[in-house]
């Protein structure tokens, strides 16, 4: 990290105000020296699919076969035989899976919509399953059919779903130094919000958990997903956590559990953005730059001083910095002020902001690689928050489920631009998804070249 660690520039013990500063004193931030990117050098001839196994292999699909016919029998035990149910195979779950990954290339909410005579409908898809088996399936669809004795957890239906998609997250990609805590964009489907009365609006279920990610900033890889329940009891509910910075600390800590020790610099944004935390997670060698907001940060601990506006305005690029240790907090004017907290990045160290109209704006080097990878993130939302399965259950833990799904075909996609198979035949993401949704069903071979 930046070797203004190694020189005792202010005690530990109180805040010290560093001048305003105009000369620009170099960059010496040290880039993380392991290996970043795909684990696994896939062929130039892997399909779609391929990639997307990569995440979601056939023994999880299995798996959700067994467990969708043992939910099956369970529920036919229960409320009586259903003569038309006829128990899913390996094909049909994964042309199953391509049907509802289809809503996310048509943003059609209504994956029924493939059966019917209107503008949605598509006859070769159609063709691979009747609706009524496919209805058959989604009745019965699970991925843990049961609750087990110890299970306590709300999320018991998916989460083991969750932890396998994890697993291969961690093993198919290794992220750069740099990353994001955020909650990633999802679009709302644009024909429904259109074309629905306001009754319909207002009967529409507000979703009861909230999505968080660790991604790489360089490439929008989704390293890491966390959900919360936003109802419940127990220790990770909402009746435990009584307010949202305490809240949102808990799902950072959640977030960086297995990035300890790796040198890694997070960015974070307000809600997450607190003293308390970065000291936390600095011992354990993960480093951080936040955006700081007097109503919506943790501020304890941080200087009054710093945290009020003066009555006169700066001029625009003026900055002030405090220090504690290697904690920086820095108050930046830009027709506004705004605040920033990091132990990153030397406070001696200058970077400046480019703006269309006003050209150069001078600025420390944390405003600039802040403002840099939290412009990444959202053109990586403006791009890929569309392409998210637009079928909307009722079930809370098969809106996690289909949130997952999205996301591993997003990840799956960002592989599929660093291989070798990009090169053979360049996919955009739509196009990528469509071809995936017809590897699923049986339509397409299995090769890009094709």
Not at 80 to 104: H, N, Q
Not at 426 to 446: I, K, P, T
Request: aromatic share 12%.
């Amino acid at each position: 990290m930046a070797d203004y660690r190694t020189r005792a520039l202010r005690a530990k013990c109180s805040w010290g105000l560093l001048p305003l500063l105009s000369i620009a004193l170099g960059r010496d931030m040290q880039p993380s020296n392991s290996f970043t990117g795909p684990t696994r050098k896939m062929p130039p001839s892997a399909s779609a699919v391929d990639f997307f196994q990569l995440f979601v292999p056939d023994n999880v699909l299995k798996n959700m076969v067994v467990q969708t016919n043992m939910y099956a029998k369970k529920f036919q035990e229960r409320f009586g035989s259903d003569g038309a149910w006829v128990e899913v195979t390996l094909t049909e779950m994964k042309a199953f899976l391509g049907y509802m990954i289809s809503t996310s290339i048509s943003h059609c909410e209504s994956v029924l919509s493939i059966w019917s005579g209107g503008f949605y409908s598509n006859r070769s898809l159609a063709l691979v399953m009747s609706q009524a088996r496919f209805e058959k399936i989604l009745k019965y669809f699970h991925v843990v059919a049961f609750r087990s004795s110890q299970t306590t957890h709300g999320l018991y239906k998916v989460q083991p779903f969750l932890d396998s998609l994890q697993n291969s997250f961690d093993a198919a990609f290794r992220p750069s130094q740099t990353q994001v805590l955020h909650e990633p964009l999802i679009d709302e489907d644009p024909v429904f919000i259109a074309t629905c009365t306001e009754r319909e609006l207002r009967k529409r279920k507000k979703r009861k958990f909230s999505l968080w990610v660790r991604q790489c900033s360089s490439t929008g890889f989704i390293i890491q997903i966390y959900v919360h329940l936003k109802e419940g009891g127990g220790p990770d509910g909402l009746d435990a956590l009584k307010n949202k910075p305490q809240l949102h600390s808990m799902v950072a800590r959640s977030l960086c559990r297995n990035a300890a020790g790796k040198n890694y610099i997070i960015f974070t944004g307000p809600s997450i953005t607190s003293l308390t935390l970065f000291e936390e997670f600095e011992k354990q060698g993960i480093y951080c730059c936040g955006l700081l907001s007097v109503r919506k940060s943790d501020c304890t601990g941080l200087p009054l001083s710093m945290l009020t506006n003066p009555a006169t305005p700066p001029a625009r690029g003026q900055y002030q910095i405090k220090m504690k240790g290697n904690m920086s907090l820095i108050c930046w004017y830009n027709k506004g002020h705004f605040r920033f907290l990091t132990n990153a990045y030397s406070p001696v160290q200058q970077g400046v902001i480019i703006k269309r109209k006003s050209g150069e704006i001078p600025c420390p080097l944390a405003v600039e690689a802040f403002a840099a990878h939290l412009s990444y993130i959202c053109r990586y939302d403006d791009k890929y928050s569309k392409y998210f399965i637009s079928h909307k259950p009722n079930k809370t833990w098969q809106q996690v489920f289909w949130f997952a799904i999205s996301i591993a075909i997003n990840n799956a996609y960002i592989l599929y631009k660093m291989s070798d198979a990009y090169h053979v035949k360049r996919y955009s993401r739509a196009q990528f998804g469509e071809r995936l949704v017809r590897e699923l069903l049986g339509l397409e071979d299995a090769s890009p070249t094709h």
